[in-house]
C-alpha cells in the first residue's frame, strides 16, 4: 500500500499539467510537477506506441522522484494520412520544431485533404506507475474531422487542436468551447483518467 499521498504529474507541458491537475481535483491528492521535485530531464521517448512511450515516461519519473506518478503520451492520426503524425505528433517536423511551425505545416495539411476523407483522431494512453515498478495504462480517443480553416484561437501547448473539428456538436475541440458535459463526452484525456481513477483511488488507497 502506498502511504504517500501525493501524485506526480509528470509532463514538462504547461497546458498539459494545468489540464490534468483539473482533471484530478476531485481527488484527495497533493499534485505535485516534475519542477516541484526538481526533475528538468525529459524521459526519451523511444517507443513506437503511445502506450509504450506513456508507460516508460511514468515508470522514469516514478523511480527518479520516489512518488506514484502520471504520465501520458498521445497524438493525432490523421487517417487520410496513414494515421500520421501519431506516435511522433511532437516532433513530426523535427525535435526542435515551434507550435507555430507545426500550425502552419497543419494548414497546408488542411488545405490539401481531400473533402471525403478528412477523419482524424486524438488518441492518448494514460499510465500509473509507482516506485516499485508497477504500472497501469488507460486509453482515451475521440473522432473527429480536419477542419480546412483553422479555429481563430490558439491554444497553447495543444498546436493541433486548432483544427480539429466535431461534426456530432459543431465545434472546434477547444476546452473554453464545449460546455462540461460536452468535455465529459469529447475529451479525449477525459475519458482516459475516468478509466485509470477508480486504479488510482485503489492503488493510493484514497477510496
Known amino acids: 500500500m502506498v502511504k504517500n499521498k501525493k501524485l506526480l ?5 504547461p497546458a498539459k ?22 526533475i528538468t530531464k525529459e524521459a526519451e521517448e523511444k517507443g513506437t506506441t503511445y502506450e509504450e512511450n506513456s508507460k516508460t515516461k511514468a515508470l522514469v519519473y516514478s523511480k527518479k522522484s520516489g512518488l506514484p506518478a502520471l504520465s501520458d503520451d ?3 492520426e490523421i487517417v487520410a ?11 513530426w517536423l523535427g525535435k526542435n520544431s515551434t507550435e507555430q511551425q507545426l500550425i ?14 478528412r477523419k482524424a483522431y486524438f488518441k492518448v494512453v494514460l499510465s500509473l506507475a509507482l516506485p ?3 504500472v497501469w495504462s488507460e486509453m482515451g480517443e475521440i473522432e473527429g474531422i480536419i477542419a480546412k480553416k483553422p479555429f481563430i484561437k490558439e491554444l497553447k501547448g495543444y498546436p493541433y487542436r486548432s ?7 459543431n465545434k472546434y475541440y477547444f476546452e473554453t468551447e464545449l460546455t462540461p458535459e460536452e468535455q465529459k463526452i ?12 477508480p486504479i488510482l483511488q485503489k492503488t493510493l488507497n484514497i477510496l
Open 9 to 13: 504529474i509528470a509532463t514538462h507541458n
Open 17 to 38: 499539467l494545468n489540464e490534468l491537475k483539473e482533471l484530478l481535483s476531485d481527488l484527495p491528492l497533493e499534485l505535485v510537477s516534475l519542477s516541484d521535485v526538481n
Open 74 to 76: 498521445g497524438g493525432l
Open 81 to 91: 494520412l496513414n494515421n500520421e503524425p501519431g506516435v511522433y505528433s511532437k516532433v
Open 104 to 117: 502552419s505545416h497543419m494548414q497546408k495539411v488542411a488545405k490539401q485533404l481531400p473533402d471525403n476523407n
Open 132 to 134: 516499485n515498478g508497477k
Open 163 to 169: 483544427f480539429f473539428f466535431l461534426p456530432q456538436i
Open 186 to 197: 469529447y475529451n479525449h484525456r477525459i475519458v482516459a483518467i475516468n478509466k485509470l481513477k
